[in-house]
Each structure stands twice: as C-alpha cells, then as structure tokens.
Nanobody, 117 residues
Framework: QVQLVESGGGLVQGGGSLRLSCVAS????????MGWSRQSPGKEREFVAG????????SYADSVEGRFTVSRDIGKNTVYLQMNNLKPEDTAVYYC??????????WGQGTQVTVSS
C-alpha cells in the first residue's frame, strides 16, 4: 500500500503562483510514475502533468504547458507541481497519483486550488 498526502493548495489571484507537494509513504520502491490530475465541479477528472520516476521525463496537458512544471525528489518520495500564471479555469481539486509496477494506482485525498479573476 501507498499513502499520498498533498499540500499547498489555496486561494490565489489570477496571474499568481502556487506550489503543490505530494509525499508518498509506504511501499514506494516500485513506483514508476507520479503525477497530478484535477477535477472541477460537473467535470470529469483530467490529467494535468506527470513525471517518470526513473528518467525524470515529464508530460503535460496542453492547457498547462508552459505554465506548470512537475518535478520530483526521489529521496523525499515527493512530487511537486509548480503552477505559474494561474487562471480562473485552473480552479479545481488537484489530486496526486502514484502508479506502480504490478500494476497498482493510488490517489491522494486532493487539495483545493481556487483562482480568482
């Protein structure tokens, strides 16, 4: 089992920045991917960004490319999401995701990000 705890959400004005963190604990040694998804009221959960745990390669949704940066700290079992130039349409609950060989997928409890116009 893997436990994921997100932090860093909050309220920010449009154009501002936030940094989300997600710490993984438990059986983390088979992790090969970690990332972030988000869900707004009335919408399906959508992929935002992710990072390959082994080679550090990252991928992004078109809507956040150039504004968001995903990174990882293997020693701390932590994945980050730096969000710059935030827009009201980025308002959502952001969920951390961990994918392991097996396969197995784990989700965090989510952290709210609200961007005011």
């Amino acid at each position: 089992q893997v436990q994921l705890v997100e932090s860093g959400g909050g309220l920010v004005q449009g154009g501002g920045s936030l940094r989300l963190s997600c710490v993984a604990s438990g059986r983390t040694f088979t992790t090969y991917f970690m990332g972030w998804s988000r869900q707004s009221p009335g919408k399906e959960r959508e992929f935002v960004a992710g990072i390959n745990w082994g080679d550090d390669s990252a991928s992004y949704a078109d809507s956040v490319e150039g504004r968001f940066t995903v990174s990882r700290d293997i020693g701390k079992n932590t994945v980050y999401l730096q969000m710059n130039n935030l827009k009201p349409e980025d308002t959502a609950v952001y969920y951390c995701k961990c994918v392991q060989y097996g396969p197995a997928t784990y989700w965090g409890q989510g952290t709210q990000v609200t961007v005011s116009s």
